[in-house]
């Protein structure tokens, strides 16, 4: 970049972008040499750190569809990595449970997958790593309140819509056709 360069928004996302897609290829294959794909690598990884959980406080934890969590739990119940349990707490509930093996392989594969990446961030020093921590929180603290904002308008937009539509559908029951 020449000195004279000016570092825009859209230049700054562009470089935000290319550097999350190729760290998270690096994370993953990082992941895959363990023999997980991320799904199971993300679950196990929150019933490490998190202890035992439901499989919706998993999926909040690793931001996944239910649907992905469910068969990722599943899978690792296969492998016997993990165990669900009735809830103490709740009785409809089910939490999720990391085995002894599931326990060995997790905290295995995690070490490793963190070696990895403090390799890769090697190349940034301890004050940078600080700088860009702060900044990327920041902006994305910002970020999610601005898509907080947007969807309670959205909301807002989509429940006027229906209130007009059935104002509409009451008054004119041919309108649609």
């Given at each position: 970049?020449?000195?004279?360069d000016?570092?825009t928004a859209?230049?700054?996302w562009?470089?935000i972008?290319?550097?999350?897609?190729?760290?998270?290829?690096?994370?993953?294959?990082?992941i895959?040499?363990?023999?997980?794909?991320?799904?199971?690598?993300?679950?196990?990884?929150a019933?490490?750190?998190?202890?035992?959980?439901?499989?919706s406080?998993?999926q909040?934890?690793?931001l996944?569809?239910?649907?992905?969590m469910?068969?990722a739990?599943?899978?690792?119940?296969?492998?016997?990595?993990?165990?669900?349990k009735?809830s103490?707490?709740?009785?409809?509930?089910?939490?999720?449970?990391l085995t002894?093996q599931g326990?060995?392989?997790?905290?295995?594969?995690?070490?490793?997958h963190?070696?990895?990446?403090e390799?890769?961030?090697s190349?940034?020093?301890?004050?940078?790593?600080?700088q860009?921590?702060?900044?990327?929180?920041r902006?994305?603290?910002?970020?999610?309140?601005?898509l907080?904002?947007?969807?309670?308008?959205s909301?807002a937009l989509?429940?006027?819509?229906?209130?007009?539509y059935?104002?509409?559908h009451?008054r004119?029951t041919n309108?649609?056709?």
């Amino acid at each position: 970049m020449k000195k004279n360069d000016r570092i825009t928004a859209p230049r700054l996302w562009l470089v935000i972008m290319r550097s999350h897609r190729a760290l998270t290829l690096l994370a993953e294959a990082s992941i895959t040499k363990a023999g997980l794909c991320l799904t199971d690598f993300a679950a196990l990884e929150a019933l490490l750190h998190k202890g035992p959980l439901t499989i919706s406080e998993i999926q909040n934890k690793v931001l996944l569809a239910s649907g992905s969590m469910t068969a990722a739990v599943d899978r690792l119940e296969k492998l016997g990595l993990v165990v669900r349990k009735s809830s103490p707490s709740d009785r409809r509930a089910r939490v999720v449970e990391l085995t002894p093996q599931g326990k060995r392989l997790a905290a295995s594969c995690f070490a490793q997958h963190a070696k990895d990446l403090e390799a890769l961030m090697s190349v940034l020093s301890k004050k940078e790593r600080g700088q860009l921590y702060r900044s990327l929180k920041r902006l994305g603290l910002l970020a999610a309140q601005q898509l907080d904002v947007k969807k309670k308008s959205s909301r807002a937009l989509r429940s006027e819509l229906q209130n007009e539509y059935g104002q509409r559908h009451t008054r004119n029951t041919n309108w649609h056709r």
